[in-house]
């Protein structure tokens, strides 16, 4: 599979993911509506036991699940991805009675979650988070109590999740310090969502919070520390993110692979040719450097290095990239075959292009590489003294890309 020192059991299992997601996960996408929640692929997926290890595994697991269904289910990745992005801040972040009311149901796959960050005016600037979480002014409203009031936009699952994580302004003017996350039911009065036109085979709407009812109950993790709990979700899933599109190229390369050596043309087989056989070879080693970026960023997450968000950038960056000049390869080597509807590359074509903006755009993963190496730069080691403090998951991603479409 890879030359990355993978158990023998991962090797399995990765093999034992694609067969379900060809048997028994793809049918399933294959009867769902383009633009709604498939709630049978997300029962399926839990009935399999897959969702459960959302909150089991460690982000080298993740990754394994994620490109493994990606290479046979694009849609199963995707709606396993995006119960796991909804739900992981409560896994880490929160209370015991969130935990047990929506995790349950999470892993079992009967509560739909998603992870509402993005802004109309917020996506390449999480820190300028415009949806405002003000007192309660009504009479028993409590010290702790807050009423929700603006918009989010590009969020996954929505409006047809049955809860969001909200990230929310609870203290002007301090940019990412200001911000807290809050555990948001969808019945609650004041939430309302509509459902965006987009080139996206699942959900992805708009949220409205007309004085959207919260309080200390709902928080996860602390006030004014939601940035924190938003930039340790993306931390874990950006690699993630990167499988999923070494996921989608390594099913392009097969598909070329198998095209290229049946395919007669010019008095042999398109194989044949040196110009074909450069080019997938070529697709090939990008495919494989990309894999093991995105192991090894995965690897240094459960590990605990203090490098993760540069690895986790240069992962999803050097991923999502590659799978974009992959697929694009693998259309030119089919020919027009490959842009009919139906066919797996005019799928991978459609979906392999939102995984380079969403979750930080590329143009944000290098920001964030720069800023870490900077930040760790020191010319003269023994005489200079670091001046960053641990702030650093508040500091170095301010710039932070956050539109959520297609996890």
Not at 366 to 379: D, M
Request: net charge negative.
């Amino acid at each position: 599979m890879t030359a990355f020192s993978l158990e023998p059991a991962h090797v399995t299992w990765c093999e034992e993911l694609r067969a379900l997601a060809a048997q028994r996960l793809r049918p399933l996408a294959e009867k769902g509506e383009p633009g709604r929640v498939n709630r049978a692929l997300v029962a399926e997926l839990g009935a399999l036991g897959l969702l459960s290890r959302l909150f089991t595994s460690g982000a080298l697991d993740l990754c394994l699940m994620r490109e493994s269904l990606a290479r046979a289910c694009t849609e199963a990745e995707t709606a396993l991805a995006l119960q796991g992005l909804g739900a992981h801040p409560v896994h880490t972040h929160g209370t015991e009675a969130q935990r047990a009311r929506w995790l349950p149901r999470v892993s079992d796959g009967t509560a739909v979650a998603a992870f509402a960050l993005s802004e109309p005016g917020a996506g390449s600037d999480a820190a300028a988070l415009s949806l405002r979480a003000e007192p309660d002014p009504r009479p028993g409203g409590g010290p702790s109590a807050w009423r929700l009031t603006g918009e989010k936009c590009w969020i996954s699952n929505a409006p047809e999740a049955d809860f969001y994580t909200v990230f929310a302004r609870t203290t002007p003017g301090a940019g990412a310090r200001g911000v807290t996350a809050f555990l948001v039911p969808a019945d609650r009065p004041g939430l309302t969502g509509s459902a965006l036109d987009m080139l996206s085979p699942h959900p992805v709407g708009a949220l409205s919070f007309d004085a959207v009812p919260v309080t200390a109950d709902d928080v996860l993790g602390a006030p004014d520390e939601g940035f924190r709990v938003a930039m340790g979700t993306l931390n874990l899933f950006r690699p993630s993110v990167g499988a999923f599109a070494v996921g989608m190229a390594q099913a392009a390369l097969d598909a070329t692979l198998a095209h290229t050596t049946a395919r007669d043309a010019f008095g042999g087989t398109l194989r044949d040719l040196q110009a074909v056989s450069h080019q997938v070879a070529e697709m090939a080693l990008r495919t494989e450097a990309a894999r093991l970026m995105v192991y090894a960023a995965a690897t240094a997450y459960d590990a605990g290095a203090p490098d993760v968000p540069k690895r986790a950038a240069m992962a999803k960056l050097l991923a999502t990239e590659t799978a974009q000049y992959v697929v694009d390869r693998a259309v030119q080597l089919h020919g027009a075959r490959a842009l009919r509807r139906g066919h797996l590359l005019e799928h991978l074509y459609r979906e392999v292009r939102a995984p380079r903006i969403y979750e930080g755009a590329s143009e944000v993963q290098r920001g964030i590489v720069a800023k870490e190496l900077y930040r760790t730069y020191h010319p003269d080691a023994t005489t200079t003294e670091t001046t960053e403090t641990t702030e650093t998951a508040e500091t170095t991603e301010t710039t932070e890309t956050t539109e959520e479409t297609g996890a």
